[in-house]
């Protein structure tokens, strides 16, 4: 069965503190895995899709990197205005259904 | 270029009774997807449509159903109301198909169903 677990559920962080988040997944036939990120009260913002074990993308503070088994999303120097929920999502096969897991809620205090 | 629109942006409806909801992609997507977010299950996909047809549809009952225009406009409809039916609904679009493509998201409906 197609799974997608994220870890921690919840991470609280220093301004400036890096970390990273993790997203495991099991599917058969990986299409893509994504990455967005989901303030209260609004609809998904897209950051990044990933194809293949090995890619990495980057986009202001964010990293994101993909292995066989998982995908993590490496935060550097956070600010405040970071804080949100970051969902990972995979596709598999022909499917274009995105498959989430339950997000990680990140909160940077000043 | 605007992105994805959805009215209403909230509901309130009784059990037993039916909903439509609806959603403008980004212009010139072709593909619309429908997700419906919950604090206990997440965001489960309910359907996709491209080109008016229905691709591909999650595992939700028969009371959840949609449909595409041709101007690429999808509605969403629920009928006989249950409590469980509360959520956030999202809708997402893609330029041609959703398969190995990013999808856009809109703001959402948030239905309460009491």
């Known amino acids: 069965e197609d799974q997608v677990t994220q870890s921690p559920e919840a991470l609280r962080l220093q301004e400036g503190e890096s970390s990273s988040l993790n997203c495991s997944y099991t599917?058969?036939?990986?299409?893509?895995l994504f990455w967005y990120r989901q303030d209260p009260g609004k609809g998904p913002e897209f950051l990044f899709t990933?194809?293949?074990a090995g890619e990495e993308k980057e986009k202001e503070r964010l990293k994101a990197t993909l292995t066989k088994k998982e995908s993590f999303l490496h935060i550097t120097a956070p600010k405040p205005e970071d804080s949100a929920t970051y969902l990972c999502a995979v596709q598999r096969g022909s499917q274009g259904n995105l498959i989430f897991g339950k997000g990680t809620k990140l909160s940077v205090k000043p | 270029k605007a992105g994805v629109t959805q009215t209403p942006r909230y509901l309130i409806k009784t059990r037993g009774q039916q909903v439509t909801l609806s959603c403008s992609p980004i212009?010139?997507?072709?593909?619309v997807s429908w997700y419906q977010q919950t604090p206990g299950q997440g965001l489960q996909f309910l359907f996709e449509?491209?080109?008016?047809?229905?691709?591909n549809k999650g595992n939700f009952p028969g009371r959840f159903s949609g449909r595409q225009f041709s101007n690429s406009r999808s509605e969403m409809n629920v009928s006989t109301l249950e409590l469980g039916d509360s959520a956030l609904y999202l809708c997402a679009s893609s330029p041609t198909s959703s398969v190995g493509n990013e999808q856009f998201f809109g703001p959402g409906t948030r239905l309460t169903v009491l």
């Open positions: 212009s010139g997507h072709r593909s």
């Open positions: 990933l194809y293949s």
């Open positions: 449509y491209f080109s008016e047809t229905q691709r």
């Open positions: 599917v058969s036939g990986l299409r893509g």
